[in-house]
């Protein structure tokens, strides 16, 4: 069997070709993409609300390391002075996804005005990757924390990619968290020029 | 509809975003509608025009006044689908894992699985991502360089795969037309 016949083979198998084409109404995605995005810039400028994502799991994030929860609220303000490190890991995990609405805006490009919902942000270089656990020595913070180390683990999942990315020891990575939680689309997380000026727009001034 | 919708996003970016959805979404969908079930088809659909429209500058090859080249375009917007439909699928065997430990169900099968079982055998013996390379070539017809964009592999990491998934299938299915019945599926190692 050479290519051609492989691929005519495979061709005749195609599920979008045996199956009558779906229908597309193209104006209507459209409208819903535009609206969904306008509708979900509105709700992030307005204070006190929040989007759709299902954030309001703070209750279940039991997952904050305990001892240390409140100062990392507290040392965000010294500007100048570097906040003392804690000895204890900051343990994150990755958001559940329930609902329509919170994979949609999950997977949402990111950008200044999401990042600045989000309690704790950090640039973190993987020291280890242990199935679902993946270990950060971190580098910066950009809000909401003194820990030296931050855990990950993905105790839905168990697989050795968390939120859409994949950690790879002595990368570095860019993350931003909430209530103990990463967004579970962190896409694209590895520590870019532009994503780390994208943080610096967010977290600074 | 139409006249409300040119109305309310008249705008450069909403035009850009316009001509790149006439350009893109119906392969988009087909990519979809043969990775996903038909009823998750429309929303990741959605998902991934939301991305791409917030993500708008960084499409490759989208300039203002040019008109988009499909190939251009196409391998990138594929990567956002791609990146789209892992994470619902993700969410879904969530789901089945907990309606499994439930009901000790069988997964239903792929789409076209069915109609098709002597070659859905020999995908299936594929490891994962070869399988991917193979059909982004075979169904969305992309050259190796392109599947590179998707997939986030090297353009030779690309040939090298398609090459072993075209050779492994194309022997699974003369075994197969040789008369073998049956699902064997493991017997094609021997090919390697």
């Given at each position: 069997?050479n290519?051609?016949?492989?691929?005519a083979?495979?061709r005749?198998?195609?599920p979008?070709?045996?199956?009558a084409?779906?229908?597309?109404?193209?104006?209507?995605?459209?409208?819903e993409?535009?609206?969904?995005?306008?509708?979900?810039?509105?709700?992030?400028?307005?204070?006190g609300?929040?989007?759709?994502r299902?954030?309001?799991?703070?209750?279940?994030a039991a997952?904050?390391v305990?001892?240390?929860?409140?100062p990392?609220?507290?040392?965000?303000?010294?500007d100048?002075?570097r906040?003392?490190?804690?000895?204890v890991?900051?343990?994150?995990t990755?958001?559940?996804?329930?609902?329509?609405?919170?994979?949609q805006?999950?997977?949402?490009?990111?950008?200044v005005?999401t990042?600045?919902?989000?309690?704790?942000?950090?640039?973190?270089?993987?020291?280890s990757?242990?199935?679902?656990?993946?270990n950060?020595?971190?580098?910066?913070?950009?809000?909401?924390?003194?820990?030296?180390?931050v855990q990950?683990?993905?105790?839905?999942?168990?697989?050795?990619?968390?939120?859409?990315?994949?950690?790879?020891t002595g990368?570095?990575?860019?993350?931003?968290?909430?209530?103990?939680?990463?967004?579970?689309c962190?896409?694209?997380?590895?520590?870019?020029?532009?994503?780390?000026?994208?943080?610096?727009?967010?977290?600074?001034? | 509809?139409?006249?409300?919708?040119?109305?309310?996003?008249?705008?450069p970016?909403?035009?850009?975003?316009?001509?790149?959805?006439?350009?893109?979404?119906?392969p988009?969908?087909?990519y979809?509608?043969?990775?996903?079930?038909?009823?998750?088809?429309?929303?990741?659909l959605?998902e991934?025009?939301?991305?791409?429209?917030?993500?708008?500058?960084?499409?490759p090859g989208l300039s203002?006044?040019?008109?988009?080249?499909?190939?251009?375009?196409?391998p990138?917007?594929?990567?956002?689908?791609?990146?789209?439909?892992?994470?619902?699928?993700?969410?879904?065997?969530?789901?089945?894992?907990?309606?499994?430990?439930?009901?000790?169900?069988?997964?239903?099968?792929?789409?076209?699985?069915?109609?098709?079982?002597?070659?859905?055998a020999?995908?299936?013996?594929?490891p994962?991502?070869?399988?991917e390379?193979?059909?982004?070539?075979?169904?969305?017809?992309?050259?190796?360089?392109e599947?590179?964009q998707?997939?986030?592999?090297?353009?030779?990491?690309?040939?090298?795969?398609?090459?072993?998934?075209?050779?492994?299938t194309?022997?699974?299915?003369e075994?197969?037309?040789?008369?073998?019945?049956?699902?064997e599926?493991?017997?094609?190692?021997?090919?390697r």
């Open positions: 069997m290519d051609d016949e492989l691929l083979r495979l005749i198998a195609d979008a070709r045996n199956h084409a779906a229908p597309l109404d193209l104006d209507h995605l459209l409208e993409t535009m609206t969904a995005d306008t509708a979900s810039r509105t709700t992030i400028s307005a204070p609300r929040q989007r759709h299902p954030l309001l799991m703070a209750a279940a997952v904050i305990a001892g240390i929860g409140l990392w609220a507290i040392t965000q303000t010294g100048g002075n906040p003392p490190v804690a000895a890991p900051l343990a994150l990755v958001q559940q996804q329930t609902g329509a609405g919170g994979v805006t999950a997977c949402a490009e990111v950008d005005n990042l600045r919902q989000y309690s704790t942000a950090f640039q973190g270089t993987v020291t990757v242990n199935g679902d656990q993946v950060l020595r971190v580098d910066h913070w950009y809000r909401g924390g003194n820990a030296a180390t990950l683990s993905d105790n839905h999942d168990g697989q050795p990619e968390f939120a859409g990315q994949t950690y790879e990368h570095s990575y860019l993350i931003y968290a909430k209530d103990g939680q990463i967004p579970s962190l896409f694209d997380a590895e520590a870019t020029p532009q994503l780390r000026s994208l943080y610096d727009q967010a977290y600074t001034g | 509809m139409e006249s409300m919708l040119r109305g309310k996003f008249a705008g970016r909403e035009a850009r975003f316009e001509a790149l959805a006439g350009v893109v979404a119906r988009l969908l087909r979809l509608s043969r990775r996903a079930d038909t009823d998750a088809v429309d929303d990741i959605a991934t025009m939301l991305v791409l429209w917030r993500r708008l500058d960084d499409v203002d006044d040019a008109p988009i080249d499909p190939d251009e375009v196409l990138w917007c594929y990567g956002v689908a791609r990146g789209c439909l892992a994470n619902a699928q993700r969410a879904h065997t969530r789901r089945l894992r907990l309606v499994d430990r439930l009901t000790r169900s069988v997964p239903p099968a792929g789409p076209g699985e069915a109609e098709h079982p002597e070659l859905h020999a995908l299936g013996a594929l994962i991502a070869d399988r390379v193979l059909l982004l070539w075979a169904w969305e017809g992309l050259a190796p360089r599947i590179a998707v997939t986030g592999l090297t353009s030779n990491a690309v040939s090298i795969r398609l090459h072993r998934a075209k050779r492994k194309a022997a699974l299915l075994r197969k037309n040789d008369g073998q019945p049956g699902h599926t493991g017997n094609g190692r021997s090919n």
